[in-house]
């Protein structure tokens, strides 16, 4: 149980282009999942909090207009990287917290190894 | 200050011996401690959780927290080549959206 799934694995595109990614969990419902991106050699950094039917919250020093994440149902969001640029080339994770008596528990997706030309 | 402190490493030890990875946390009030380890290029992995004083075990690994000293700690038992990772450290506060995650101990298990 508590598998998260994420798509695409990988993308490379071109400067200025907008890339979706999805993140599903896939045998259960998550109300809550979380957004982070993470540099080569370096920890984890969380960019943004997600709640089915409400807006994200975002850390301090992200761009929420350039990072545009939507939590549409209780099994997926989306963030959508706008205007890629190389320096948003990262490895981005989602992950999902649990439910039912493992509520208190982060699951995480493959990741999404984005690079941008 | 970090909300969640751990030594980068790497740690190395022998195959078959026992590794212990060590990590503090800056909040008093946090009620939920969790190990995952990371392989180079992958995503994190849930391994243990514990939420109360004393020690978890399951199978090769034993969780230990610490609440009074704000300190938890992993031990892996007749470690393999396997083993070798980065682990993360995380601490959910009160709030259980609040996750906070160590930078990782690479650990290295030589053959």
């Known amino acids: 149980g508590a598998v998260v799934s994420q798509h695409p694995s990988r993308v490379i595109c071109k400067s200025g282009t907008s890339v979706k990614i999805e993140c599903r969990s896939l045998?259960?419902?998550?109300?809550?999942m979380f957004w982070y991106r993470q540099f080569p050699k370096k920890s984890l950094m969380l960019m943004a909090t997600?709640?089915?039917?409400?807006?994200?919250?975002?850390e301090q020093g992200v761009e929420k207009d350039k990072f545009l994440i939507n939590h549409a149902s209780l099994t997926l969001s989306t963030l959508t990287v706008t205007s890629a640029h190389p320096e948003d080339s990262s490895f981005y994770i989602c992950?999902?917290?649990?439910?039912?008596?493992?509520?208190?528990?982060?699951?995480f997706g493959p990741g999404t190894r984005l690079t941008v030309l | 200050q970090k909300e969640v402190e751990q030594n980068s490493g790497p740690l190395s030890v022998p195959e078959g011996a026992i590794a212990s990875l060590n990590c503090t946390y800056s909040?008093?009030?946090?009620?939920?401690f969790f190990w995952y380890r990371q392989y180079s290029g992958k995503s994190p992995e849930l391994i243990m959780s514990?939420?109360?004083?004393g020690d978890k075990e399951d199978g090769r690994f034993t969780a230990q927290l610490n609440k009074a000293s704000q300190y938890v700690s992993l031990l892996i038992r007749d470690s393999q080549p396997s083993d070798s990772a980065t682990y993360l450290c995380?601490?959910?506060?009160?709030?259980?959206?609040?996750?906070?995650f160590g930078s990782g101990t690479k650990l290295n298990v030589k053959p």
């Open positions: 992950s999902a917290r649990g439910t039912s008596g493992r509520v208190h528990e982060q699951f």
């Open positions: 045998d259960f419902q998550a109300t809550t």
């Open positions: 997600s709640n089915e039917g409400s807006k994200a919250t975002y």
């Open positions: 909040d008093r009030g946090s009620q939920s």
């Open positions: 514990i939420y109360s004083n």
């Open positions: 995380a601490v959910n506060g009160g709030n259980f959206n609040k996750f906070y």
